[in-house]
């Protein structure tokens, strides 16, 4: 039995692509000027979002001697009507819109990764109920469900925007690594753990997850970005973030109206909100076509 066990682990090593794929994944992605573009602008969208505020002017302080002011020496982005300087009010805007984007959009590919791969693995009723479950939340529109629910998000903190946004978030991935699952789920390494005992998430966690897992990297990635994007949608409208708090959405609707004759209102916010899921995507779409055998990046 141990000579049997010995066998069972050496080939599941040898099958499971999960492990060996992920160096050369890496590889790929990083052979690729639009990875490193990406990730040296989110790097640096990082630390000038926490290291900035340091060096720059109190958000909530008002200066009376410069109301409305456009961009000078001593307010880089202006300052809006009540004196207060807008450089300071993005960088705090967008340490909270990196918190959403880079908590809500993982969040959601953990709910897909377990939900579609125990779905795929499991099968039967349960695969039922959770296709049945993804097919009426694909239907029903999601945003119009968060601004239904935005009068939560104003009793609560905005921790409760990041839950929300992860929970209506997650369906397409599920889909697609259900479907992966039900592809592996007949693999000889998978019947093998099944057959020695190996309970399902076991097997789930050591077998399922790692050969998704470049494809749940993927959807992180360009997760965070749509989470930023969400979360400055709905605070644009009201919906979402509120005062005291501030975000890139809320910037953004605060300038609005001051568009055209205070235009660094507007453009500064929007501009950082542009780079940042920008980075994102190249970031996202780098990864993508290093696991994607068919892209024409990656074709010889």
């Known amino acids: 039995m141990s000579m049997l ?22 590889r790929r992605t990083f052979s690729s000027p639009q990875a490193w573009i990406g990730v040296g602008v989110l790097v640096i969208i990082a630390a000038w979002a926490w290291i900035g505020p340091l060096f720059a002017p109190d958000p909530e302080t008002t200066d009376p001697l410069a109301f409305s002011q456009s961009p000078s020496g001593a307010h880089w982005f202006g300052t809006n009507s009540i004196g207060q300087d807008v450089y300071a009010q993005t960088l705090v ?13 993982p ?24 296709v049945w479950i993804i097919d009426l939340l694909l239907v029903l529109p999601a945003f119009y469900i968060l601004v239904l629910l935005s009068p939560v998000f ?5 921790i409760a925007l990041v839950f929300f946004i992860a929970v209506f978030s ?13 592809s592996l789920r007949d693999r000889d390494f998978v ?16 077998h ?4 998704v897992a470049s494809l749940l990297i993927i959807d992180a990635t ?15 409208f009201g919906f979402g973030i509120h005062a005291p708090d501030v975000s890139l959405g809320t910037l953004l609707s605060q300038g609005t109206s001051a568009a055209v004759t205070r235009p660094w209102l507007f453009v500064f916010p929007a501009a950082v909100l542009v780079v940042t899921v920008l980075a994102t995507s190249l970031v996202g779409d780098a990864l993508r076509d290093a696991v994607d055998p068919t892209s024409g990046a990656n074709r010889d």
């Open 191 to 206: 019947k093998a753990a099944r057959y020695m005992g190996v309970g399902t998430f076991t097997i789930i966690r050591r």
């Open 208 to 211: 399922i997850i790692p050969n």
């Open 5 to 26: 066990s010995t066998e069972v682990e050496i080939l599941e090593e040898n099958v499971s692509s999960g492990a060996p794929r992920r160096p050369n994944v890496l």
């Open 154 to 158: 104003k009793k609560l903190s905005w």
């Open 107 to 130: 969040a959601a590919t953990v709910i897909a990764g377990f939900v579609g791969a125990l779905a795929g693995y499991v099968g039967g009723v349960w695969d039922k109920v959770v």
């Open 170 to 182: 997650w369906m397409v991935m599920a889909r697609v690594v259900r479907g992966q699952t039900m």
């Open 93 to 105: 805007g967008l340490q909270k819109s990196l918190v959403i984007g880079f908590i809500a959009g």
């Open 222 to 236: 360009l997760g965070v970005g749509a989470a930023i994007l969400t979360e400055s949608t709905l605070s644009y």
